[in-house]
């Protein structure tokens, strides 16, 4: 493709486009998403990994999958699989390119050799809080660590005992020795390595020593050719480091890559803390990461979001370079515009009253041919058994009707969906005088489809046939947490929404009882429903409301 096809769409395309027509890295384009394998995906990396991943393929580049597991406490193979089975669901394949910086623990421990031969990098002694003493302020600057003039023989020696599991966690830590007074903190002699004896997943107990992220990140994209490393704002900080280290190993002096930061993702009223959402589950708040509730990719799933709803979303939100609130709203909007032409539209009624037609031929089943989707009439019809006897909703009955109440309500006529007209004349009451029937009429000469074109009704309801009809269970979902942003209470937990998830029994035609798992359906008038994966069984479904069917967000033209 010619670079002038590559029209540019945002900072980052621009950026690229420069380095392409200056010939940087031989022209070439290469990605890469590094997540750390200590908790489950969510929408803030769906944006991450599209950017990543759609900035490779739009430029006819590669890009990589690899896991920064530098960490061994907090990391586990559950996650690096839930990780690979996300960011396949979204439709993006790394091929071949699967990579861990475990993978190059050898060469890490010899370029941070390299750096301690060049007098760049020291052993220290310090304990953490005096670290922090010695660190300085934002308006002060640091003071060099006592055992910052070590010799390198000392400190090459020290480095080699660490590794051979001498000295306890904590007791010595690989500094970088670059300036104490400079006014970026991160470049204030940052740590390069520490101990830590724990084992790994994939190493085992081969090291009692770990690079820090700072320092790995930037050798693993050199190692594997990355040219332009994307990054949310975070580490824009850190972007100095980044460069100085591979400034200062011989490998990496021609085309090192390219940090490159864009704004994180933040949407109101939803938790984008990993270390958060692993206190949500830790404490029972929801019953595990793919919770229905949860951000995380594996819980969008589980709820019913489809891929493209994500991605369209991200491409929405777009790429900028200042940190925003997004709108949760546009998220919900995203998913119904994906399912309004996907998802068949059936109906369930979640507060049944019954209605008994008491005209209709005693013992007669008719079978209703009905649309799927009225608007996709390529994905045809079904059958729905009609016997005289229904469930509505209970509100959509009023004995006294308000202003401007088109339903059912004592002698008004409405249109049964997909069947007839119907009259109430009569309430049925119960011991304590609550509703619990209506009797109706039937006018025989109104079936929808059959050409009527007589007098018209301004209410039309959902129903269920009640003696065919399929009890199931239906969660309804809320936010999880109470306010707009989570950061409006200071201990995020008092912020939490104690009433974001309601399971209520439900009637559902019985075409619903076939549904199978994840597959998605419009109930009318109460929004979009998919099978839940996990709790479903072949004979009852059970059903997570994916996005109600009303938006508060509209997209600007």
Known sequence: MENSEKKSTNFIHEIIEKDLAAGKYQKRVHTRFPPEPNGYLHIGHAKAITIDFATAEKYQGLYNLRFDDTNPVKEDTEYVDSIMEDIKWLGFDWKERLFYASDYFEKMYNYAVELIE?????????????????????????????????????????????REGKYEDGSKIVRAKIDMASPNLTMRDPALY?????????????WCIYPMYDFAHPLEDAIEGITHSLCTLEFESHRPLYNWVLANLNDFQVDAPKQIEFARLEITRTVMSKRKLKLLVDEGIVSGWDDPRMPTLSGMRRRGFTPESIKNFCEMVGVAKSNSMVDSAMLEHAIRDDLKLKAPRLMAVLNPLKVVVTNWPKGEVEMLDVPLNQEVPEMGSRQIPFNG???????????????????????????????????????????????????????????????????????????????????????????LLLDEEEQTSKDFLENINPNSIETIDAWVEPELAKAKSLEKFQFIRHGYFSVDPKDSTDEAPVFNRVVSLKSSWKKKK
């Open 118 to 162: 060049k007098g760049l990098a020291y052993v220290d002694d310090l304990t953490a809080e005096e670290m922090r003493e010695y660190r300085g302020t934002l308006t002060e600057p640091g003071k060099n660590s006592p055992y910052r003039d070590r010799s390198v023989e000392e400190n090459k020696k020290l480095f080699a005992e660490m």
């Open 194 to 206: 520490r101990i830590a004896h724990f084992n790994h997943h994939r190493t085992g107990d081969s």
């Open 389 to 479: 006897e229904v469930y509505v909703e209970r509100d959509d009955f009023m004995e006294e009707p308000v202003k401007k109440f088109y339903r059912l309500f004592p002698g008004n006529e409405v249109r049964l969906r997909g069947a007839y007209f119907v009259k109430c004349n009569e309430i049925i009451k119960d011991e304590a005088g609550e509703v619990i029937e209506l009797r109706c009429t039937y006018d025989p000469e109104t079936k929808s489809g059959s050409g009527f074109t007589g007098r018209k009704v301004r209410g039309t309801l959902h129903w269920v046939p009640a003696n065919h009809s399929v009890k199931t269970q239906v969660r309804l979902y809320d936010y």
